[in-house]
């Protein structure tokens, strides 16, 4: 692919310039309890789960249910970066706990979200840590993950470039991890019929111009479980390393974001429209 942009980001520890065969990132590694994960070259994956960790049962229902639907990574946030502080904040330390036990019974890697440094040393257990959108640019927090090996699912800004994304992963990597997978999750536009707008030619750019993996995540580009399957099929069509996927056993009664979960019967019916639109899809 030709890069667009000949800017000076090529040269950058992300940059395909110096590093032009694709990163591999591993989840799960050296872990008798759960199976190894691999994305990128050509290995893809898809990550699933509710929004937040609620309960055992909720987890090992939803475990159990979109591993056997080929989800080979299962999410589920214990710290919730929420808008408005009367909402649910997570189940904090707590959740944590119940993800790990999930992960253990079920032999699934997890993966969750960090809101601060003091928090780290609670998150030993998981296999890949998240950043969210909201802390894409929390400079100290990208430094301290980057002196650890643990993979890193680094999440876009609602408002943040691609160039930003990428400074931002290159604030991982100077530190020495490399383990890191990048998120597009819709970015805020004018647009205000859906949640956020998907950026989805994010996709081909950042793989032009990165070695790293690149993800979507519909259902926080849309907030409508109804996008989520259309634009799951774009994204893989577009190239995309693998999805992110919010699903819940009971949508309506999701402790947050309900409306973008889907159940696990469509997750399982997205899986399989997925794997048949793959072979179709852009790649280098
Ligand atoms: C999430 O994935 O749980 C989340 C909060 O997403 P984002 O940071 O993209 O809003
Ligand atoms: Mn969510």
Known sequence: MVCINENKELSYIVGRKNHPEDTVVTIGKKSEDVAEAKIGGGNFLVI???CSVESEAQMATIADGVKESGA????????????SP?????????????????RNKYHIPVVTEVMDISHLDQFD???????????????????ELGKQKKPVLL??????????????????????????????????????????????????????????????????????YEMVLPMSL?????????????????????????PQS????????????????????YCR
Request: net charge positive; proline share 5%.
């Open 125 to 143: 257990g998981v296999d890949m840590i998240q950043v969210g959108a909201r802390n894409m640019q929390n400079f100290e927090l990208l430094k």
């Open 72 to 83: 080979l990574v299962l999410r589920g946030g214990a710290y919730k970066p929420r808008t």
């Open 262 to 281: 889907i159940h696990l019967e469509r997750f399982a019916d997205l899986m399989k429209r997925v794997n048949a639109i793959r072979p179709f899809a």
């Open 155 to 224: 999440k876009r800004g609602m408002s943040a470039t691609l160039n930003e994304l990428l400074l931002s992963a290159e604030y991982i990597m100077t530190g020495g991890n490399t383990n890191i997978i990048l998120c597009e999750r819709g970015i805020r536009t004018f647009e205000t019929v859906l949640r956020n707008t998907l950026d989805l030619s994010a996709v081909p750019y950042l793989k032009g111009i990165t070695h790293l993996p690149v993800i979507v995540d519909p259902s926080h580009a849309t907030g409508n």
């Open 48 to 50: 699933a789960g509710p």
């Open 234 to 258: 774009a994204a893989v069509a577009a190239g995309a390393d693998g999805l992110m996927i919010e699903v819940h056993p009971d949508p309506e009664r999701a402790w947050s974001d309900g």
């Open 86 to 102: 009367y909402s649910f904040q997570g189940l904090r330390e707590e959740g944590i706990k119940i993800l790990n036990k999930t």
